[in-house]
């Protein structure tokens, strides 16, 4: 395994210089104190707390129902954990979609309430208009196009997108007017290979690709899916580098186990001394 060196904080000038050097950015999610730390030790560009959090950790069907709240509250938790990856909140539904001056309140709440560098948002050349506003106000933006969770029902489900000539136009249009929109960068999701290397050839931002082949300047995953700890399903584009969940459960038996015959705590696993305090009770008591 390759030593990992300790390095200063992760900045937006960072990740564009990657881009112009051809070096990959990298980018998973937390959602907790823990993970976070792991992830921000590991030398990780990027750390997103992604409202697939309402899948992964709060046991929702799609990620439509997560909250701000919730949002903020698993972004400081996170926050805690990261000193130097750069630090993204996603955006929930309808926490930008209403109006520009709601999207600038709801963004800013992100940095002002728990700590994150930037935030990110679904949509392309109809959410541009917002993106800018949310910039003008200071806030740093990454896009995310293609198949956008949050609206998946209205884009026929959960599909690749872009695959005919007419949708691969519009993925362009929206690519470019994100990035003239001053987004930092751009999550391209479930599009074909080739659509996503032209993307981004011609954006100046760059990309980051989950589902969308080798061509990105950088690469996302749900890190609970990486590493196989949500088991109701795995995406077709994820690669899985571990499988813990069967590590977690087989340790679970084994604590089960050893707690029910009495092996478990053993003396290694217990405070000696005070026997001449327990005496003394037991005097008094009788």
């Given at each position: 395994?390759?030593?990992?060196?300790?390095?200063?904080?992760?900045?937006?000038?960072?990740?564009?210089?990657?881009?112009?050097?051809?070096?990959?950015?990298?980018?998973?999610?937390?959602?907790?104190?823990?993970?976070?730390?792991?992830?921000?030790?590991?030398?990780?560009?990027?750390?997103?707390?992604?409202?697939?959090?309402?899948?992964?950790?709060?046991?929702?069907?799609?990620?439509?129902?997560?909250?701000?709240?919730?949002?903020?509250?698993?972004?400081?938790?996170?926050?805690?954990?990261?000193?130097?990856?750069?630090?993204?909140?996603?955006?929930?539904?309808?926490?930008?979609?209403?109006?520009?001056?709601?999207?600038?309140?709801?963004?800013?709440?992100?940095?002002?309430?728990?700590g994150c560098h930037g935030v990110k948002l679904e949509g392309g050349s109809d959410m541009a208009?917002?993106?800018?506003?949310?910039?003008?106000?200071?806030?740093?933006?990454?896009?995310?196009?293609?198949?956008?969770?949050?609206?998946?029902?209205?884009?026929?489900?959960?599909?690749?997108?872009?695959?005919?000539?007419?949708?691969?136009?519009?993925?362009?249009?929206?690519?470019?007017?994100?990035?003239?929109?001053?987004?930092?960068?751009?999550?391209?999701?479930?599009?074909?290979?080739?659509?996503?290397?032209?993307?981004?050839?011609?954006?100046?931002?760059?990309?980051?690709?989950?589902?969308?082949?080798?061509?990105?300047?950088?690469?996302?995953?749900?890190?609970?899916?990486?590493?196989?700890?949500?088991?109701?399903?795995?995406?077709?584009?994820?690669?899985?580098?571990?499988?813990?969940?069967?590590?977690?459960?087989?340790?679970?038996?084994?604590?089960?186990?050893?707690?029910?015959?009495?092996?478990?705590?053993?003396?290694?696993?217990?405070?000696?001394?005070?026997?001449?305090?327990?005496?003394?009770?037991?005097?008094?008591?009788?």
């Amino acid at each position: 395994m390759k030593e990992k060196k300790a390095s200063k904080a992760v900045t937006l000038a960072d990740l564009q210089n990657k881009k112009a050097s051809g070096e990959k950015i990298t980018m998973l999610t937390a959602y907790d104190y823990s993970m976070a730390r792991v992830l921000d030790a590991s030398g990780l560009d990027i750390v997103l707390v992604g409202d697939s959090l309402g899948m992964v950790a709060l046991g929702y069907d799609s990620t439509v129902p997560v909250t701000m709240e919730e949002m903020i509250h698993h972004c400081s938790a996170v926050r805690r954990g990261v000193n130097r990856a750069l630090l993204i909140g996603d955006m929930p539904y309808l926490s930008y979609q209403v109006s520009k001056n709601e999207a600038v309140r709801n963004a800013g709440m992100f940095l002002k309430k728990a700590g994150c560098h930037g935030v990110k948002l679904e949509g392309g050349s109809d959410m541009a208009p917002t993106i800018e506003r949310i910039v003008k106000a200071g806030i740093s933006v990454m896009g995310h196009i293609g198949l956008t969770p949050q609206t998946a029902i209205a884009l026929g489900g959960y599909k690749v997108q872009g695959r005919d000539l007419e949708s691969a136009r519009k993925l362009l249009e929206d690519a470019k007017a994100v990035a003239d929109a001053g987004a930092f960068s751009l999550v391209l999701e479930c599009i074909p290979s080739a659509l996503a290397k032209i993307i981004t050839e011609i954006v100046p931002i760059p990309t980051i690709g989950i589902g969308a082949g080798p061509y990105c300047d950088g690469q996302v995953l749900v890190t609970n899916d990486m590493v196989g700890l949500f088991e109701k399903f795995t995406p077709s584009f994820v690669k899985r580098y571990a499988n813990l969940a069967p590590k977690i459960k087989e340790a679970l038996d084994d604590f089960i186990d050893e707690v029910t015959n009495g092996a478990f705590p053993g003396p290694e696993h217990s405070f000696g001394g005070g026997e001449e305090l327990l005496e003394e009770l037991k005097a008094k008591n009788k």
